[in-house]
């Protein structure tokens, strides 16, 4: 059934901000602790292939958490809400000695983390699949929790580096064309009708969410076009 809007707002039920709430914290550590581990294992040469290396060096707060705000993609599914992936942005300053080339130049380079995203989704999946499966023979306690699983389980999505697990169950998937092509199970977002201005736009519905430190900072619902841009609009909350 198509959803059909007549303004720039989307309404969400209390009960579904509060599971985002919720999960979009849990999800958020996940990931902040995957990045941790990752900074001290992989090789920055690894890291910059990524194009991403900045969300992985990045400081720590006294909590132990990155400071950084993440936007997070979620999508409602028949199964439930699933977090498709996120993203850091950031801007990162050219090499010093570029600098004292060109004294009061200062130029940047833009990143929207997409790749490391996926990165993370990848890394996330295998090891949870991987726990899942040794768990009852794995000597030491698994990197995961039993509460992360949970919420791995229920709230990412699975995610390969090649397409062979979706065509062996027949699940429909979704390639991402990154450096690195990744395979993720499709979720389909729900299809959207705005009208805005006197003009109809047509697209799905994404719900973002902003997360700080482990803090939710709100809800940031969005048409997605058929041309890939985003068309922002107002949560309200019945």
């Known amino acids: ?109 833009f990143h929207n983390g997409r790749l490391q995203s996926m990165m993370l989704q ?20 698994p990197f995961y929790d039993e509460e992360e699983m949970e919420t791995i389980s229920a709230y990412f999505v699975p995610t390969y580096v090649t397409s062979l697990p979706f065509e062996q169950s027949g699940k429909p998937f979704k390639k991402h064309n990154t450096r690195v092509p990744v395979y993720q199970e499709l979720i389909s977002a729900p299809p959207l009708l705005l009208h805005l201005d006197g003009e109809v736009l047509e697209g799905t519905w994404v719900t973002g969410v902003y997360v700080d430190r482990g803090h939710f900072l709100g809800l940031g619902p969005y048409l997605k076009n058929s041309d890939g841009t985003r068309t922002f609009m107002q949560a309200l909350i019945h």
């Not at 890394?123 to 306690?141: K, N, R, T």
């Open 122 to 141: 990848l890394f996330i999946w295998s090891q949870f699949e991987e726990i899942s499966l040794f768990y009852p023979v794995l000597g030491d306690a």
């Open 1 to 109: 059934m198509r959803k059909i809007v007549l303004s720039q707002e989307i309404r969400y039920g209390q009960e579904d901000v509060n599971e985002l709430e919720s999960a979009s914290i849990k999800v958020r550590k996940i990931y902040d602790k995957t990045i941790s581990m990752l900074a001290q294992h992989v090789p920055e040469s690894v890291r910059k292939y990524w194009a991403c290396p900045k969300p992985a060096q990045e400081p720590l707060s006294p909590c132990g958490e990155n400071s950084s705000p993440v936007f997070q993609k979620w999508i409602q599914s028949p199964s439930g809400w699933k977090c498709v992936g996120c993203e850091r942005h950031y801007v990162e300053p050219v090499d010093a000695a570029k600098e004292k080339e060109h004294p009061g130049r200062r130029e940047y380079v």
